[in-house]
């Protein structure tokens, strides 16, 4: 028997390797588990914020991500600008995907974000508050990485423009 991590694996793996829809059964023989495992599995892949669809002829993983515009960039400010850097992305259709920062003993750090919208990120700035947290860039003097994502080139210029006019965008 398989641990749930490694099915949510090989679910994940096979809805994104398949052009056809898997069916539950399928994927419960597949596995040696029932097809109410498979639904469990299912439920906690998207509650992790993978978009699977089940359709009459199984289960898909939406694969609008191709045309999404992904961008890293490079940023730098102080702890009580981070809200407002965060809003500025999301103001324009932005997701903020992850922070990375770059240490010199331990290398990259990344933290997965997946902020969307604005309650999202009033949830993590409350969180931030509430655990008295410092940000990942305090150990870079302010300086971090973020990849971001829109729906549009349009929206991702509106995104970078404003954090340059702000200047939060390391440009050089």
Do not use: C, W
């Amino acid at each position: 028997m398989s641990t749930s991590k490694e099915r949510k694996q090989f679910i994940i793996k096979k809805l994104i390797d398949s052009i056809e829809p898997q069916k539950g059964s399928t994927l419960a023989k597949d596995l040696g588990v029932t097809r109410q495992v498979i639904v469990k599995d299912i439920a906690l892949l998207r509650a992790e914020g993978n978009n699977i669809i089940a359709t009459p002829d199984g289960y898909i993983i939406e694969k609008n991500l191709v045309n999404k515009v992904n961008r890293i960039i490079a940023v730098n400010h102080h702890t009580d600008e981070m809200e407002d850097e965060l809003a500025t992305v999301l103001r324009y259709g932005g997701v903020i995907e992850d922070v990375v920062v770059e240490h010199p003993l331990y290398g990259e750090i990344r933290a997965m974000l997946k902020l969307k919208n604005f309650n999202d990120l009033t949830n993590f700035i409350n969180k931030f508050n509430s655990l008295g947290a410092t940000p990942l860039s305090s150990l870079t003097g302010g300086v971090h990485i973020h990849t971001i994502s829109t729906d549009s080139q349009e929206n991702m210029e509106l995104i970078l423009t404003e954090l340059k006019d702000k200047g939060y965008l390391i440009t050089e």
